[in-house]
């Protein structure tokens, strides 16, 4: 949904997003593609027709005050804050780029150390938000350290993709998240960019074509159903009862479909159909799996294995420290307090499952994952859990309690009880 917002702000016509997202992150990049010059020409619940372009200067009604630029803010959302920094850099007025909560303490030393080579001007707070630009980004052959996220990379892309008059070329030393950039590069196919991906080591941009199609052609987008909240949901299934899960598509690239590789090995009873999932309980065991590039599936992961018989390994712990929280520090005293003892191994995460789970208070931490994770765990927990700070969720899946109780669990009051 993120991806669909920025590439409708870029496209100089109307794009029309379907099944369009409604979580806190989903619209702060809303308000930040209208801060920027987009306008919402219709909503609805099922669909936003969105006409794009960014505006290059500030339309203030005194200097004083344009010289003070634009202000976003881009919410909570680190790949927000990512995605849309290089893309507002597209313009020659001066942006300052603000976020809340936990965004704050993300290091963000990577727009220092990459804006001036591409001709953006940028003050920062010491490496942290809030950051001060002013363009207009001018795409040139570069070369990028991937190894924090790739959406530093997604931004880029974005950004050089509409700006590009030749044919440049980002270089990426150690990229991780891979199947996020096969996500960002078919959002970018459908809205007409031409990339060349040369084993996500080399992405060669090459200009669109304006001559060839009508700059006012309308564009649908429908967003796919998300695999990082169907995560939770699939392993509620796997611990807690019988479920089907429909409006993922096995086929997509998001990186968190790869949840269906541990279910399978962990034992749950699992069919995947093209438009449906059914899951239900198995004898659930230990297994070992690599989240280096989906570090998302953490939580749902975590929740999964203290539920399986034995010592489940869980691979890339370096990937959670700058989260809303820091996730492996998190997950180990929040699910701690339910009795599942979690080790930390430099990059691994041991999780001793299989001995009864306990229902008690617990804390997200004002992590959206962290309290569904637990939320989960609750489902076949002895005794009620609570989640303090419940309302985290609506970061990314707002309608999550009202699921659960769908399935039919017991969800009382502001905070969760299981």
């Excluded at 780029?97 to 990577?110: A, D, E, H, V, W």
């Excluded at 070992?288 to 999964?304: K, R, Y």
């Excluded at 489940?312 to 712990?317: K, N, S």
Aim: hydrophobic residues 40%; aromatic residues 6%; negative net charge.
């Amino acid at each position: 949904m993120q991806r669909a917002c920025a590439a409708a702000l870029l496209h100089d016509g109307e794009t029309e997003i379907i099944n369009p997202g409604t979580s806190n992150d989903d619209l702060a990049a809303l308000d930040v593609i209208q801060s920027l010059g987009a306008v919402i020409v219709k909503r609805s619940p099922i669909s936003i027709v969105i006409k794009g372009g960014i505006k290059q200067k500030s339309v203030h009604a005194d200097a004083s005050t344009e010289d003070k630029g634009q202000v976003i803010n881009c919410g909570e959302s680190g790949l927000g804050i990512r995605m849309f920094a290089p893309v507002a850099a597209l313009s020659s007025q001066q942006i300052t780029i603000n976020g809340t909560g936990s965004l704050l303490t993300r290091p963000m030393n990577f727009f220092d150390a990459i804006f001036p080579k591409l001709g953006i001007q940028i003050e920062s707070n010491n490496g942290k938000l809030p950051i001060t630009i002013k363009g207009p980004l001018q795409p040139s052959d570069i070369t990028i350290d991937g190894s924090l996220s790739s959406q530093f990379l997604t931004g880029l892309l974005m950004a050089f993709g509409k700006a590009a008059t030749k044919p440049v070329t980002i270089t990426v030393i150690d990229l991780k998240s891979k199947p996020y950039i096969d996500l960002t590069l078919s959002v970018m196919k459908h809205f007409g960019y031409q990339v060349d991906n040369d084993h996500y080591e080399h992405f060669t941009i090459s200009p669109v074509d304006n001559a060839s199609k009508p700059t006012d052609q309308s564009i649908q987008y429908t967003v796919e159903g998300d695999w990082s909240g169907a995560a939770f949901l699939l392993v509620a299934g796997a611990i807690a009862g019988e479920i089907t899960v429909r409006g993922l598509d096995v086929f997509s690239t998001q990186a968190d479909k790869a949840i269906l590789q541990a279910l399978m090995q962990s034992g749950a009873i699992i069919s995947v159909k093209e438009n449906e999932i059914i899951i239900g309980p198995g004898k659930l065991k230990a297994f070992h799996f690599n989240a280096t590039d989906c570090p998302d599936l953490f939580p749902p992961l975590v929740a999964l294995a203290a539920f399986c018989e034995g010592t489940t390994v869980i691979e890339g712990v370096s990937r959670l420290a700058h989260k809303e929280s820091n996730r492996g520090l998190t997950l180990q005293e929040e699910f701690g307090k339910m009795g599942v003892k979690i080790e930390l191994q430099n990059d691994l995460m041991l999780v001793t499952g299989g001995n009864e789970v306990q229902g008690v208070t617990v804390h997200s931490h004002h992590d959206h994952r962290i309290a569904m994770a637990c939320a989960v765990a609750g489902l076949k927990a002895n005794g009620d859990t609570m989640i303090e700070d419940a309302d985290a969720i609506n970061k990314s899946y707002p309608d999550f309690y009202r699921h659960l109780q769908h399935l039919g669990a017991a969800v009382t009051s502001a905070d969760f009880v299981a």
